[in-house]
């Protein structure tokens, strides 16, 4: 009896180290690809670079006709390795994301900016950067979102994880099997653990003490696309799951996550239109989650065959971390290989990018500056004709100086007559109002 207690802790043992092993070789140390990303710095054009000089260099640009050049500021995010200038990083992305020139915001410098703020540790602030697309417009490549996915996993941040893994289920992307299987991973660990988060929403008006009226064309009706204005983390999760959970290959898995999506988020035509197309079994510990979620929530807006629909479902035994852990591990296994040689080929072919755009840029630069040195040689060319000729073209140069003269006089003229102000608008804020009124200019 004492053996058979011993053989059934020793398989117990085994169980666990096998599903914390699982955990610890997502992905290997080489998908990082960790000394490709650090090349960059290499680069004659990055050795010699000062960042401080760079930012005041395009600073002053900004300031000046309010443009900012997109190789500028991939430069500066490639050339960023230390804490002290990721602050003007992100300002600089920022204004160029602002600015007319934002379609030249390139890839790599999103890339450069995410894997900073990720190594440097301030996950809050590339969570944020990252859900803020009409301000930032960055949207996170494969590779880096898997490997700061692999990494929360295994340290036990389930909800970063989550919230990077939300990104790819409002782009509606499952196109890659190694991040589609972490999203997942990352929304069913929070799910199990019952780890609840939110996003920051837009910062609410102050409202102003007093009532205050003012004259508007026409009223904004207030507008919930119910896709990218969600905030609340477990329907984010949900809808995410149920997007992605139909590319894996495991038919019972992906209609087990796929029906506990739709619930979790809460689309009761969806679910009704699952069950009855659903004609592979489902895990029974789904159908636990699905059940307990379900008794959870209001009861009149809950449609009533629902439920019994759920609990009727034909179920088949398994754990669902472990399968989903095993879908995991079987997409690491046939794409790792493949997504870090596509990564190390992309790193070149980004410096190679980088390398002509400022070629590019340097090539206009020198156009434009010879172009404003030979206006000014024709300009200065223009004043000694008319110095050295003005006593041959007198004659001329009397009759434009009469065509001025009549310009002038009907200029004159016009000023004389009555102008009527049309009605302007002015905010509550300012004192002095605008009226109908006439003067004469």
Known sequence: MKSLNVLSSLRRLQTTFKRVGSVRTYLCDSYRCQQSWENRLKSPLLIKLNLDELYHGIEQRYNQDNTISGVDVEIFTCGVNEDVHLDEAEDLVHKLRLSGRAAELLPSTGHNLIRLLYQSGRTDEMVRILHDRLNYGIFIDYHLSNVIMDDYLKTGKFAEAAKLAVLHGLQEDSSNSITSNLALTSCLQCFLKGVKWELEGPTPLEEPKEEVKVRVRFLRNPYFDNHFDLIDGNVLMGKTMAIIAPALENAVLANSLELLGWIKFGDWNKVEKRLNELKS????????????????????????????????????????????????????????????????????????????????????????????????????????????????????????????????????????????????YVPPEVVKRHTVKTKKV
Do not use: C
């Open 281 to 424: 079994p489902v895990l029974r510990e789904a159908v636990d989650l699905m059940l307990a979620h379900i008794a959870e929530l209001d009861k009149e807006k809950l449609p009533e065959s629902v439920a019994k629909s759920i609990a009727s479902l034909k179920t088949v035994d398994g754990n669902l971390l472990e399968e989903m852990e095993a879908s995991l591990n079987e997409a690491v296994r046939k794409n790792e290989s493949r997504d870090i040689e596509a990564q190390e080929k992309k790193y070149v072919e980004w410096e190679e990018t980088r390398q002509k755009l400022l070629a590019k840029q340097l090539r206009e630069s020198e156009i434009r500056h010879k172009m404003m040195e030979i206006e000014k040689k024709k300009e200065y060319l223009r004043e000694r004709e008319q110095l050295l000729t003005f006593f041959d073209k007198e004659d001329q140069y009397n009759l434009m100086l009469e065509d001025s003269q009549i310009e002038e006089e009907q200029k004159k003229l016009t000023e004389n007559k009555v102008v009527v102000e049309e009605e302007v």
